[in-house]
């Protein structure tokens, strides 16, 4: 039983690791909560199932594919929607995500239609029981790409020349660009790397819980938005610690207690965390600079 | 006093139009539904169904109220599926001395409706409403279908005494007052009634990963699960469940009733059960001759509405013929007691203070990513 509840957790806690990955990359560089994180994830999904029903494309073509579609998708956005406004106050930033966020819900609405569309097996991965526990292919490979996705991202900000700039952007905005670092490149890196994590974690989902429809990105982006708030928005290690601790919590609160105050009991407990650490578990305190 | 005269021909000539419905040769019951709007097919297959049932009374004659045989006409009026348009339906039955009024159909121009016909005592029997309020602290408001919450009766009925298991589960949305409300009438009904229910579990509307609750379920030992839920939902549940390695019955609410399940769900919704108002291909003797003879008459298979308006204007009919009389007091209290009907979409009967039926419901089952009539299951 517990066993079985870990690794359900792991699944669900996983898919918002990789999308509180998003938030925090974009609010790390810029400062913004990137509100339209959600129903970018929720295109990612789309266009899988579009490459797996119409294009007949097996996972491995699917993942990267979606990947980068959507990757480019993140830096079109940042181009048109957000660079105008970067030196706007930010809460005009923050009302332009929410207005994309809608844009993308509502185009999908006029083209696909509102009705929730089943997503097609991309493996035939198995039921494998071990003892008392049952563990689905689906759920394994989940876990697995997730950690490999997260450890090359953890590899690609510490040790690469565009990480390290991603890094200096974030620890300061003025001074980064006079030491050669090109403000527009690293910040187009950062929303291709942060959608793009979105995108497969669409295709996870869709995996995972096989109905998708075009408001799926709302409640998984809050509480992936929680889970990076949790760790602490803008870092790294604090989004992956986040996303699967609110998994942990939330399957633990439905396992053990009686599941209508999941929620509840689920969100007291990040209140409580966040009353004793404010700035998330792995975040720094913000300093204000004179 | 020229005024008062042109007042009093007025009056009498209003009253003589008026009248006009109240005839001594016919009964007449008013129709009030949807004909335009956004639901006209509920509104089609309403008339349809109800031109039918007046037709086959008319060609014995009629009803015979004493010693004469009276035949009925039928009055339809659109409510433009609005409820200020549903509201002014029944004014004007009321005002034209109509019997009795069948429709409005959706509970949305139902509720509205129900209120004048309440306030003026006009005898109201709503085919396709199953909105609880609709006849809630109502005297003369009724209606041929059950309520949302009565499949809660009829879904413990099928389990306990159909599938014949003893140990049941449920898992269903809280947020959602249909969802919450079949599920706790399930749960009171079938402990009850001798069951027990191993784990009662929730979720909210938009959650996708059940795996928690559904795994708490396998473990509970539980024979079979509920799950009066939507459809767009119940394929994630069901496979989740199968996944944690539930491998017991599960069994659905009307809410599954769209074709959307089977593309969703696939191969997985094979051998699960669901109860319903009526399926197109009961095979009770007195279904199977509506439905022969509705095909005949309008060349296409009769839904759901026609089903129901079919039962309501022969729940109507029998009454006005218990009655004996077009006094609407008089018909109601026959209707109010009325039972042994044995209708197209089930047995029902009324018990007094309650103008909703206590009836049987059909159970779907899925077989071959088809609907299938299963059989038809009286409430405990």
């Known amino acids: 039983m517990v066993l079985q509840q870990a690794l359900n957790a792991l699944q669900l806690g996983s898919i918002y690791a990789l999308i509180a990955l998003g938030y925090g990359l974009v609010y790390g560089v810029l400062r913004l909560i990137n509100f339209a994180h959600g129903d970018i994830f929720m295109i990612g999904s789309y266009l899988a199932l579009f490459l797996a029903v119409f294009c007949r494309c097996p996972l491995w073509v699917v993942l990267p594919a979606t990947f980068i579609a959507l990757a480019l998708l993140g830096v079109l956005i940042e181009r048109l929607a957000y660079r105008p406004l970067r030196a706007a106050p930010r809460v005009s930033a923050v009302i332009t995500a929410l207005g994309v966020g809608l844009f993308l819900e509502t185009i999908m609405l006029a083209t696909v239609g509102p009705q929730p569309r089943g997503f097609p097996a991309l493996i035939n991965g198995g039921v494998y029981k071990i003892g008392h526990v049952t563990a689905t292919g689906v759920q394994l490979v989940i876990i697995i790409v997730s950690i490999i996705l997260m450890l090359a991202l953890e590899v690609f900000v510490a040790k690469t020349r565009t990480g390290m700039a991603m890094r200096a952007l974030s620890w300061d905005k003025t001074c980064a660009p006079l030491l050669g670092i090109s403000i527009d490149r690293i910040v187009s890196y950062t929303f291709a790397i942060g959608t793009g994590l979105a995108a497969i974690a669409g295709i996870f989902v869709g995996m995972a819980y096989p109905v998708i429809d075009p408001y799926m990105g709302i409640v998984v982006g809050w509480k992936a938005f929680v889970s990076a708030v949790i760790g602490g928005i803008g870092s790294i290690k604090g989004a992956v610690v986040g996303g699967l601790l609110l998994g942990f919590v939330e399957i633990g609160a439905a396992a053990w207690l009686p599941s209508s105050y999941k929620d509840m009991i689920c969100f007291t407990l990040l209140l409580l965390i966040l009353l004793v650490k404010p700035s998330g578990l792995f975040g720094l305190p913000l300093q204000k600079k004179v | ?380």
Not at chain 2, 139 to 155: E, P
Not at chain 2, 213 to 236: D, T
Not at chain 2, 315 to 337: G, N, Y
């Open chain 2, 1 to 380: 006093m020229p005024r008062r005269f042109f007042l009093a021909i007025v009056t009498a000539a209003s009253a003589a139009l008026l009248l006009g419905c109240n005839r001594a040769d016919v009964i007449t019951v008013g129709l009030n539904v949807e004909l335009t709007g956004s639901i006209p097919t509920v509104g089609k297959s309403c008339v349809n169904a109800a031109a039918m049932a007046a037709r086959e009374v008319n060609a014995r004659g009629g009803i015979a109220l004493g010693d004469k045989t009276v035949p009925v006409k039928l009055r339809i009026e659109d409510n433009e599926d609005k409820a200020e348009g549903a509201a002014a339906v029944a004014q004007k039955f009321v005002s034209a001395g109509c019997v009795a009024m069948i429709g409005p159909n959706a509970s949305r121009n139902a509720v509205p409706a129900a209120v004048v016909a309440e306030s003026n005592k006009l005898l109201m029997i709503s085919p396709w409403s199953t909105n609880p309020k609709l006849t809630e602290g109502k005297r003369y408001i009724y209606r041929a279908c059950f309520t949302d919450d009565f499949q809660g009766v009829v879904v413990a009925a099928f389990v306990l005494k159909k599938l014949a298991f003893t140990k049941a589960a449920v898992l269903f949305d809280m947020a959602s007052e249909y969802n919450k409300g079949i599920a706790s009438v399930f749960k009171t009904e079938f402990t009850r009634s001798g069951g027990t229910l191993t784990a009662f579990e929730s979720y909210a509307t938009g959650d996708k990963d059940f795996s928690a609750q559904l795994s708490k379920i396998k473990q509970s030992g539980a024979e079979v699960l509920f799950l009066p839920n939507y459809y767009n939902e119940v394929p994630l549940q069901i496979r989740q469940a199968r996944q944690q390695g539930f491998t017991g019955a599960i069994v659905g609410s009307d809410s599954w009733g769209s074709e959307e399940i089977l593309k969703l769900g696939g191969d997985l919704m094979n051998g699960c059960y669901f109860t319903t108002h009526y399926a197109p291909d009961i095979a009770t003797e007195k279904a199977k001759k509506f439905i022969g003879d509705y095909t005949a008459l309008y060349g296409a298979k009769p839904d759901d509405v026609a089903a129901l308006t079919y039962d309501a204007c022969a729940m109507l009919f029998e009454s006005i013929q218990k009655a004996a009389s077009r006094d609407p007091e008089k018909v109601r209290a026959q209707l109010s007691v009325l039972s042994e009907f044995e209708g197209v979409t089930g047995a029902m009967r009324f018990t007094p203070g309650s103008g909703s039926p206590f009836k049987s419901a059909v159970v779907i089952q899925i077989k071959n990513n088809a609907f299938t009539y299963y059989d038809s299951i009286n409430p405990l």
